[in-house]
C-alpha cells in the first residue's frame, strides 16, 4: 500500500555510515528529513547531499535530523562521502543508510517488490529512489516529494516547507503559496470569523472562505 501523508513511517533497522540504528528511536523527539538516492558516485545526488551538509546548522535550529539512503553499501558510502565533502567545503554531519538489499526503498513505495540490482546495473535501475520525507516527532509523514534523478532537489524548499509544518502544528492555520516565516498566514476553514479575531486579532476576509491573519504566536 501506498505511503500516505499522516501515516506512520514504517520503521526498520538498518546500517549506516554512523552504526546500526532503529529509525524510529534515532527520530526521537526531533524531526526528520530523510532523503534517498538510487546509488552512490552519482552527479546530482552529490551536490544534493552536499546542499543539506551546509544546511546542517540550518536544520538543527529547527530541531530536525537529517540522514540520506542510497543503495549502496555503507563502504561505498564512506567513499562517496568524502567527494561530498569536497564539494561541499564541509563536513558532513548526517549518516547514510545502507540499503543495497533494496529493503527500505521497497518498505518505502520507492520500488515494486519484484525490484532487483542487475549486474553491472547503473543509477537508471533504482532511478525512483529519489523521495524525500519530512517525519514529525510522532513519526507521521508530514510531507513527500519526488524527484527525476536530472533535477537536483530544492532544499531552500524543504527547509521553507518545514518551516511551515512546524508553524501550523497544532494551530486552526495554513499558510498560503510561498509563505515565509512571519508573513500572513490562513484562517483554517473550522474556525468561524470572529472566533478568529477573538484568538488572533484583525482578520482580513478576502473571501469567505479565505482569511488571513497576521502570524500566529
Not at 536530472?150 to 495554513?174: H, M, S, Y
Request: charged share 25%.
Amino acid at each position: 500500500m501506498a505511503l500516505r501523508i499522516n501515516d506512520i513511517a514504517p520503521n526498520f533497522t538498518a546500517d549506516t555510515t554512523e552504526g546500526k540504528i532503529d529509525f524510529h528511536d534515532w527520530i526521537g523527539d526531533s524531526y526528520a528529513v530523510l532523503f534517498s538516492h538510487p546509488k552512490d558516485f552519482t552527479p546530482v545526488c552529490t551536490t544534493e547531499f552536499a546542499a543539506a551538509a551546509k544546511l546542517a546548522g540550518e536544520f538543527a535550529k529547527r530541531n530536525t535530523k537529517v540522514i540520506g539512503i542510497s543503495v549502496d553499501e555503507v563502504e561505498e558510502h564512506l567513499k562517496w562521502k568524502a567527494d561530498v565533502e569536497k564539494y561541499a567545503g564541509t563536513d558532513m554531519t548526517f549518516p547514510i543508510i545502507a540499503d543495497d538489499k533494496l529493503e527500505i526503498a521497497k518498505l518505502y513505495g520507492m520500488l515494486p517488490a519484484d525490484a532487483y540490482l542487475a549486474d553491472g546495473r547503473t543509477a537508471a535501475d533504482t532511478a525512483t529512489v529519489r523521495t524525500t520525507f519530512i517525519i514529525n516527532p510522532e513519526k507521521k509523514i508530514e510531507l513527500m516529494l519526488i524527484y527525476p534523478m536530472t533535477v537536483g532537489r530544492n532544499f531552500d524548499e524543504i527547509l521553507r516547507a518545514l518551516d511551515a509544518i512546524q508553524n501550523n502544528a497544532g494551530k486552526p492555520i495554513a499558510t498560503p503559496a510561498n509563505w515565509r516565516p512571519g508573513e500572513d498566514v490562513i484562517v483554517g476553514l473550522t474556525v468561524s470569523t470572529e472566533e478568529a479575531k477573538e484568538k488572533f486579532g484583525a482578520v482580513e476576509e478576502i473571501f469567505p472562505y479565505l482569511r488571513t491573519v497576521k502570524q500566529a504566536s
